[in-house]
């Protein structure tokens, strides 16, 4: 379904906003907000609403979702003031308010199998209490993709930067992959930020996904935690994948005069 109103559409099918026909990039959960608020737009849509059917109930900050709501206004031409389009109801939530038309989605040409592919999104929660989230797509036998800074499991499977390396390796195998913590869809808010941890998080993604051995592929940060993962189970990693790697960071090398120097970066 296209919907129209002031100078944008939002067409549900193919997950595009438009403004003036000038394609406007939004995060997965920018997008799905604006359509909720469309859905609803003959009501007040509350906050707890929002967080149930965009955020599917988990733990949302109100810093995490006022973002979001600024995302949607500045993404449509609306702002705070004005509220042309998404006006706010004083301690009661929201209510999409523009004249709205709705048109059926012009037919579209037969997605390769590539695009049919699906993702599905999963969590696990660590010892220490921090739930990661991981996806899987594909079939084949299973290759492992160590999470890194920054991921988002949505936004990277639909972005075009990441996506067609992703879908690619998916389109050959069991494609696992994870948010790091402290990003993307896993918790943010957590007690650790160490090596040790990050390690943690691969085992016990690893320990829900359940594949027995499968090649290691990590990239740049994610190098670290693939390498010291692989040292400590050699046994599960079949080919350890490495790219803009490093085993340790610039901080633990021992090379002060590199940690001091201008012109390093």
Same mark, same amino acid.
């Given at each position: 379904?296209?919907?129209?109103?002031?100078?944008?559409?939002?067409?549900?099918?193919?997950?595009?906003?438009?403004?003036?026909?000038?394609?406007?990039?939004?995060?997965?959960?920018?997008?799905?907000?604006?359509?909720?608020?469309?859905?609803?737009?003959?009501?007040?849509?509350?906050?707890?609403?929002?967080?149930?059917?965009?955020?599917?109930?988990?733990?949302?900050?109100?810093?995490?979702?006022?973002?979001?709501?600024?995302?949607?206004?500045?993404?449509?031409? #609306?702002?705070?003031?004005?509220?042309?389009?998404i006006r706010t109801i004083a301690r009661r939530g929201l209510r999409f308010v523009a004249t709205l038309t709705e048109n059926a989605a012009e037919p579209q040409a037969a997605p390769s199998a590539m695009n049919e592919m699906?993702?599905?999104?999963?969590?696990?929660?660590?010892? #220490?209490?921090?739930?990661?989230?991981?996806?899987?797509?594909?079939?084949?036998?299973?290759?492992?993709?160590?999470?890194?800074?920054?991921?988002?499991?949505?936004?990277?499977?639909?972005?075009?930067?990441?996506?067609?390396?992703?879908?690619?390796?998916?389109?050959?195998?069991?494609?696992?992959?994870?948010?790091?913590?402290?990003?993307?869809?896993? #918790?943010?808010?957590?007690? #650790?930020?160490?090596?040790?941890?990050?390690?943690?998080?691969?085992?016990?993604?690893?320990?829900?996904?359940?594949?027995?051995?499968?090649?290691?592929l990590g990239m740049s940060q994610g190098a670290a935690i693939s390498i010291a993962y692989a040292v400590k189970h050699p046994e599960r990693v079949t080919h350890l994948i490495l790219y803009g790697a490093f085993a340790r960071?610039?901080?633990?090398?021992?090379?002060?005069?590199?940690?001091?120097?201008?012109?390093?970066?």
């Amino acid at each position: 379904m296209i919907f129209r109103f002031a100078d944008c559409s939002l067409d549900t099918d193919r997950r595009e906003l438009k403004r003036d026909e000038d394609l406007i990039a939004v995060e997965p959960q920018v997008f799905d907000l604006l359509a909720y608020l469309i859905d609803n737009r003959d009501r007040v849509v509350s906050k707890d609403d929002l967080i149930a059917n965009v955020w599917g109930g988990r733990i949302v900050s109100e810093s995490t979702l006022a973002s979001r709501i600024n995302a949607a206004r500045k993404a449509i031409g #609306d702002n705070g003031e004005d509220q042309r389009v998404i006006r706010t109801i004083a301690r009661r939530g929201l209510r999409f308010v523009a004249t709205l038309t709705e048109n059926a989605a012009e037919p579209q040409a037969a997605p390769s199998a590539m695009n049919e592919m699906r993702q599905q999104v999963h969590f696990c929660t660590v010892p #220490d209490g921090a739930r990661i989230a991981y996806a899987e797509v594909g079939a084949g036998p299973p290759l492992v993709k160590t999470g890194h800074w920054l991921t988002h499991l949505e936004y990277d499977w639909e972005s075009p930067v990441w996506s067609p390396f992703l879908r690619r390796i998916a389109s050959q195998h069991r494609l696992i992959r994870y948010d790091k913590r402290g990003n993307g869809l896993s #918790d943010w808010d957590v007690p #650790d930020l160490s090596l040790e941890a990050f390690v943690g998080d691969l085992e016990s993604v690893v320990a829900a996904a359940a594949p027995e051995r499968f090649p290691l592929l990590g990239m740049s940060q994610g190098a670290a935690i693939s390498i010291a993962y692989a040292v400590k189970h050699p046994e599960r990693v079949t080919h350890l994948i490495l790219y803009g790697a490093f085993a340790r960071g610039m901080r633990k090398r021992g090379n002060p005069k590199m940690i001091n120097s201008p012109t390093h970066c």
